[in-house]
């Protein structure tokens, strides 16, 4: 993400964001994806076989980590319970609050930093459109996943077909595994911790967090190893399109001002300070008019700057005597 130790206090005026101007942009960006991630279930079938694709590779590279971590969580309640609320709440959790931490605490970063997640979530949406793929828990049997989020629903508020509300299974996507976003975020959510928190206990979250998450979703048969590894190959991707994205926007919202309100006139010019508007600015008149104005640096003949070393000339004497007589 873009950071820079000593911003641009011009730029800082001009991207200055308010609330109640980021709030509305956040739902309607999380609403946009909620709703395009509900859309793009794809084919079952296809997505059981892409599921299948996935456990097959990750079984001929031995990184199928998934079976023992589901096998742990399934036989012992005290660490599948724990482990289906992380993967249930905390990403609605966390990623929030570590926004409205960065628009408070650390303004000059923010707008870099939402725009990076915001960025990195329209990729994974695509990754579900073009990539529906079926999680571990609903293969078949004979694969060896246990839902451990169906297994523990009685300890929490989900219900058995999804980690949503009881009753509302139904409004969610259960098959847009890949990429994990949950991961993704939770990557999001280390990085900021680790550059922008300034504690020991920042800096153990920011490295915790996203590790913990990665095996929360594999141990609760959310995910495959490989839908991790997507999850944060895609948030790489969003933070390349960082600086992009923000030069778009910024072109796009400079369009708008000026169709709305016109070109401002005192806009300032790249390389040169801000300068106060001068009265009377606007009006054609000469730079030497009434009142001999003059423009900046210029000079009446024969005027002498200040502190200015006298002529030591002899012909620029009045009185026609030598320099040294004089």
Avoid at 66 to 95: C, I, K, M, Q
Avoid at 124 to 135: A, E
Wanted: glycine letters at 10%; proline letters at 7%.
């Amino acid at each position: 993400m873009p950071q820079n130790d000593a911003p641009d206090t011009g730029a800082a005026r001009r991207h200055r964001l308010r609330w109640w101007t980021e709030l509305p942009l956040i739902l309607l960006v999380y609403g946009a994806y909620s709703a395009g991630r509900l859309l793009a279930r794809g084919d079952v079938s296809t997505a059981v076989d892409h599921g299948l694709a996935i456990l097959r590779v990750e079984k001929w590279l031995y990184l199928n980590a998934e079976h023992p971590l589901n096998r742990l969580f399934t036989a012992h309640a005290w660490l599948g319970v724990p482990a289906d609320f992380w993967y249930a709440s905390l990403h609605y959790l966390v990623t929030p609050a570590l926004l409205i931490w960065l628009f408070r605490s650390r303004a000059v970063h923010y707008r870099a930093a939402r725009t990076w997640l915001l960025v990195s979530t329209f990729i994974g949406l695509i990754g579900f459109t073009l990539l529906p793929t079926c999680p571990p828990r609903l293969l078949e049997p004979g694969h060896g996943f246990v839902d451990t989020m169906a297994q523990y629903s009685a300890y929490g508020w989900w219900g058995g077909d999804a980690s949503a509300p009881r009753g509302l299974g139904g409004m969610t996507n259960q098959y847009a595994a890949m990429p994990s976003l949950h991961v993704g975020w939770a990557l999001w959510c280390g990085v900021m911790l680790w550059r922008h928190g300034r504690t020991r206990t920042a800096k153990a979250a920011a490295v915790a967090y996203p590790l913990l998450t990665t095996v929360v979703v594999m141990g609760t048969a959310n995910h495959y190893f490989l839908d991790a590894v997507a999850g944060a190959v895609v948030m790489g991707a969003g933070f390349l399109l960082v600086r992009p994205v923000l030069r778009v926007a910024d072109a796009v919202g400079a369009w708008v001002r000026e169709r709305a309100f016109g070109r401002d006139r005192f806009a300032p010019v790249a390389g040169r300070a801000e300068e106060a508007p001068v009265a009377g600015a606007g009006r054609s008149s000469p730079i030497v008019g009434a009142g001999c104005q003059t423009s900046t640096g210029e000079r009446i003949p024969r005027q002498r700057k200040q502190h200015d070393e006298p002529s030591t000339t002899p012909a620029d004497a009045d009185d026609g005597a030598p320099a040294p007589a004089r």
